[in-house]
């Protein structure tokens, strides 16, 4: 299988469900082919989706290696996975740090080098996002979640780091920074206290983050940026 002439490809991780999911299917609709990870994800009846089972920090070059076997390309990068964790400091523990650390970090890190280094080969450039949390440029002392901030702040800082290393070589680097977004992870019964938290009195859906990636992805002068989308909590209350 390889990809059509004039077909890009992206990876994304955290593909299974959520953002991820939406992701996938927003890429899609746009004619992508999409190499899909996530820890436990399904295999797909859709010739152009290959799924990739796996925890990223340990699947990384099976993942990009899946997208060049199948599709010939690496032309976008979603770093998409991750965990969020909210306790107060205090309560933090050594197996929250690592595991916190192992999948924002740790999971970040080798796929970001490997889909880098294939987008260079290629030479034709391509394009990072990293998905990250508003809580990084809004801290909230009803969500104590310093790991949050220590791992996406991160990121966002690797961001910037990353867009100016590469900006003459090709290989745009972007973060979307989402507030609350209605997903699995946030029962019902919450979504009415969550959407308090955001000044335009709602949380937001996957399709805001899906419209902000395609939006980078289209921007072809936009590099380093951190794009928030989270209903203005960043800007104040």
Do not use: C
């Not at 992508?32 to 399904?42: F, L, M």
């Not at 650390?101 to 391509?126: D, H, K, S, W, Y």
């Not at 983050?209 to 072809?220: C, K, N, R």
């Amino acid at each position: 299988m390889s990809a059509l002439p004039d077909q890009k490809v992206v990876v994304i991780t955290g593909a299974s469900r959520g953002i991820g999911a939406a992701l996938v299917a927003g890429y899609r609709k746009r004619g992508w082919a999409v190499v899909a990870n996530s820890r436990t994800i399904d295999p797909s009846d859709d010739p152009g989706i290959v799924t990739v089972a796996g925890d990223i920090a340990d699947a990384a070059h099976e993942v990009i290696d899946s997208a060049v076997e199948h599709f010939g390309r690496v032309d976008t990068l979603i770093n998409n996975a991750g965990v969020f964790v909210a306790k107060p400091f205090q309560q933090y523990t050594a197996a929250d740090f690592d595991h916190v650390v192992g999948v924002n970090l740790g999971g970040f890190f080798p796929i970001t080098q490997l889909a880098i280094g294939r987008m260079l080969e290629q030479g034709t450039g391509g394009h990072v996002v990293q998905v990250t949390t508003s809580l990084v440029d809004h801290a909230n002392s009803n969500v104590p979640s310093v790991l949050a901030s220590l791992t996406k702040g991160g990121l966002q800082s690797a961001t910037k780091s990353l867009a100016i290393e590469y900006a003459r070589r090709g290989v745009r680097v972007n973060a979307v920074s989402p507030g609350i977004i209605e997903t699995p992870m946030h029962a019902l019964e919450t979504h009415a206290a969550l959407a308090a938290l955001h000044p335009v009195g709602r949380i937001g859906s996957t399709d805001d983050i899906v419209d902000a990636v395609l939006y980078l992805e289209d921007a072809g002068f936009v590099t380093g940026e951190i794009l928030h989308v989270d209903g203005g909590q960043s800007a104040g209350h």
